[in-house]
């Protein structure tokens, strides 16, 4: 049923006429000079620091955030935060470490990074893996969520219609290069968080009037925490014998602290420190103001569960008393991934507009930083490298344009009757499915890239191979070869007659067990790999500002931790 109304339209309309203008006129103000392929791809230099953090921000929160994440809050709780609060950390090690490097050696790829620091067979079967991996997983992922997300809010048969539109909202905003999604992803961002926070506190006055103490989204939140504790802490308990399907899937999905050894600081890091889609937004662009953009990223992530996970949770208190039973259904069978859209059918006229406003935002700018990075990689390190090495700047930028259609083409094809099973699997479970089969092999590789010069192209390819055969084999046989209790795992049934490793402690292992691997072939070789990058202690310098933000989101960090553990 459509649950949108005109004055609703009225105000997404404006959104998107808003949106399209202003990149147009971004894209004209470029249009005074020649563009080359370092503007359209890195918009090099003209990228400020809040520019940068907010098209991170943009870019990273998209449809599987909004429903994923706020599915996982009525699940799980606040526990899920720590893909976010984890993700700011790992953002400040990316700012004092990993960028430094990238900028000192001129990287504007990953897989140019992998060509410079071991071998292009190496960068040449992850440009590959990676533009299948872009367009199969992740663009056609976040054009399926979203296109569903909206469809179920506007009601009929619009998830067609929706997909066009989505896809033509995206290829318009890419086409005039990264500083046009960068700058355009600064408005995206603003309305996402406008959106989201209002989301948020109609859910928490609605949650409060359940309680009947009035309509104060400050009293909401405290009877939400007191008739829900159990989802408020951020670590879960292994579970004991006598534990039930729910407990054991809940450690499945988040195996307390020993997913902090190891799992999620592989998915953190390898997203946002050896990611094309992520990093792209900081190469163009000098030391200092690359870093300051991304340690802005940090700081808004640690805020980013307020609108992605609080309406969850929620979801799940005013369910649980007997509210929104129809709407939390799907084929009859309670859903946590319509929380979020449940918690829209309490907005009032025109807010309902600013909230859909803000999940299209989030929408339309990842699957434009997608398109962005498929295109980067396909036309810098396959098609100049191996199929016009004399491409002039002008052909290789209509290469670029002629790539972003052609995957936004495949990735319609494919979220048209939902090939990819992408629906009845899950999306974000679709998109860690596999991606972390690969995760462990790659963050290895740029790791030990980085900071040890010894590390060969031999050792990298050997890592590439034997992180996916790790991860294969903790998730899929370890289980029925070694039993479900060995030094290394437990196993917890799954209930669905099998046993199953956590899926983060099987990436913690595939990844220690890589860089094992890799160590040994690398000893095989020379000393000092001739292809080592030189670190120079003062690329790690940090500014004063740098500091204090560090300072900032550390502390911020611990007073989560210490109030949720």
């Known amino acids: 049923m459509n649950q949108l109304v005109t004055t609703d339209y009225i105000v997404f309309l404006l959104y998107f006429v ?62 899920i935060a720590v893909y976010e609060w984890l993700a700011a950390i790992s953002l400040i090690i990316v700012a004092v470490w990993f960028i430094p490097i990238y900028l000192k050696n001129k990287i504007y790829t990953m897989p140019q990074f992998l060509n410079t620091r071991y071998n292009e067979t190496v960068s040449l079967i992850m440009a590959v893996f990676w533009l299948f991996l872009y367009v199969f997983v992740n663009l056609t992922s ?58 948020t506190y109609l859910a928490l006055t609605k949650v409060s009037e359940t309680f009947g103490l009035g309509s104060s989204a400050i009293a909401g939140l405290g009877a939400m925490m007191k008739d829900a504790d159990d989802h408020f802490h951020m670590i879960f308990p292994k579970p004991g014998p006598g534990a039930s399907q729910g407990e054991i899937n809940r450690y499945l999905t988040l195996p307390g602290i020993l997913m902090y050894l190891g799992g999620q600081w592989v998915v953190n890091l390898n997203y946002w420190g050896c990611n094309q889609y992520i990093t792209q937004r900081a190469l163009g662009a000098d030391l200092q103001t690359a870093r300051t953009g991304i340690l802005f990223a940090a700081i808004l992530k640690i805020f980013m569960p307020i609108i992605v996970m609080l309406p969850g949770i929620a979801a799940y208190v005013i369910f649980k008393n007997g509210g929104i039973q129809a709407e939390m259904l799907r084929n009859g069978v309670v859903s946590g991934d319509n929380a979020y859209s449940a918690m829209l059918t309490f907005l009032p006229t025109g807010l309902k507009g600013v909230s859909v406003a803000a999940l299209t935002a989030a929408i339309v700018a990842s699957l434009a930083g997608k398109a962005n990075s498929i295109s980067t990689i396909f036309t810098l390190d396959i098609y100049k490298k191996y199929i016009d090495k004399g491409a002039s700047e002008s052909k290789q930028l209509w290469v670029g344009r002629f790539a972003i259609l052609g995957a936004m083409l495949i990735s319609i094809i494919f979220t048209w009757e939902d090939a990819l099973g992408i629906g009845g699997e899950g999306g974000f479970t679709y998109i860690q499915k596999y991606t972390g089969y690969i995760s462990p092999g790659i963050f290895a590789i740029f790791i030990l890239g980085f900071f040890w010069k010894r590390t060969t192209g031999p050792a990298a390819i050997v890592g590439i191979l034997a992180g996916f055969g790790f991860a294969l084999l903790f998730n899929n046989f370890a289980p029925a070869l070694f039993g479900p209790e060995t030094i290394m795992y437990t196993a917890f049934p799954n209930g669905k007659g099998a046993y199953e490793i956590p899926f983060l402690v099987a990436m913690g292992w595939s990844f220690f067990l890589t860089v094992g691997l890799m160590v040994l072939v690398s000893l095989a070789g020379p000393k000092i790999n001739p292809k080592a990058f030189e670190i120079d202690a003062a690329m790690f310098k940090l500014s004063n500002t740098s500091i204090a933000m560090i300072v900032a989101i550390l502390v911020l960090f611990s007073m989560l931790y210490v109030r949720f553990w």
């Open 18 to 79: 808003g949106v399209s203008a202003y990149g147009y006129w971004i894209y004209k103000r470029k249009q005074t000079t020649s563009m080359d392929t370092k503007d359209f791809f890195l918009a090099e230099g003209s990228l400020t620091w809040w520019a940068i953090g907010a098209s991170l921000i943009a870019s990273n929160i998209s449809a599987e955030q909004f429903i994923g994440m706020s599915g996982d809050g009525f699940r799980f709780g606040v526990a």
């Open 142 to 199: 976040i054009l399926f969520l979203g296109a569903l997300a909206l469809s179920n809010l506007i009601g009929g048969d619009s998830f067609h219609v929706i997909v066009i539109g989505l896809s033509i909202f995206a290829v318009f905003i890419t086409l005039g290069g990264m500083k046009v999604i960068g700058y355009t992803d600064v408005v995206q961002v603003l309305v996402l968080i406008i959106g989201g926070l209002v989301t």
